[in-house]
Antibody, heavy 122, light 109 residues
């Protein structure tokens, strides 16, 4: 069974760093692009970027480039999204998701994690 | 960046009625690289349609997708109670980012 299990909710202060995770199982992790999607409270979906775990190639949405770092560790089938300095505007649910077709860098997402809520408050 | 516009923003219908949701792109993109997702409150999105018109695994045949160029449609032939949700389109046929539309909320009338 394909599963993407994300790390739990986080409460951080402005300026703090954070790394959230997405643990994959039930499929060959190195064959699929994994993406991150942001959803601010009560708002729509924003495509942040994707990573190919086989070689760690990352493609960013220019709107998020420099603001976050997307990575993957193929030895433990886990993708990551990290911030070096959180802002109040980063408050959102972050979803990881898998591209539908193996090896395809151009695709929709067929399996999704449950979401990780990030709260930033002083 | 390709901008997707969805209409209407909200659709109020009764169970059993037909729902027609529109997604328009700011420019055309390659292939049939358009997907539709359903999202219910507190849940992750669920892939309904990929490649403009192919249903994802386990999606009932009352959901269908169509369109080409810059105009795309998701049709729900007869609304079931569980279909009341927000629907997003996404294009993945251009250079990144693979943008989502703003969503259409289907409400119970």
């Amino acid at each position: 069974e394909v599963q993407l299990v994300q790390s739990g909710a986080e409460v951080k202060k402005p300026g703090e760093s954070l790394k959230i995770s997405c643990k994959a199982s039930g499929f060959k992790f190195t064959s699929y692009w994994i993406g991150w999607v942001r959803q601010k409270p009560g708002k729509g979906l924003e495509w942040m970027g994707i990573v190919y775990p086989a070689d760690s190639e990352v493609r960013y949405n220019p709107s998020f480039q420099g603001q976050v770092t997307i990575s993957a560790d193929k030895s433990i089938n886990t993708a990551y999204l990290q911030w070096s300095s959180l802002k109040a505007s980063d408050i959102a649910i972050y979803f990881c998701a898998r591209h539908r077709t193996p090896y395809s860098g151009y695709d929709g997402f067929d399996y999704w994690g449950q979401g990780s809520l990030v709260t930033v408050s002083s | 960046e390709i901008v997707l516009t969805q209409s209407p923003g909200t659709l109020s219908l009764s169970p059993g009625e037909r729902a027609t949701l529109s997604c328009r792109a700011s420019q055309s993109f390659s292939g049939s690289a358009l997907a539709w997702y359903q999202q219910k409150p507190g849940q992750a999105p669920r892939l309904l349609i990929y490649g403009v018109s192919s249903r994802a695994t386990g999606i009932p045949d009352r959901f269908s997708g169509s369109g080409s160029g810059t105009e795309f449609t998701l049709t729900i032939s007869r609304l079931e109670p569980e279909d009341f949700a927000v629907y997003y389109c996404q294009q993945y046929g251009s250079a990144v980012p693979f943008t989502f539309g703003p969503g259409t909320k289907v409400n119970i009338k």
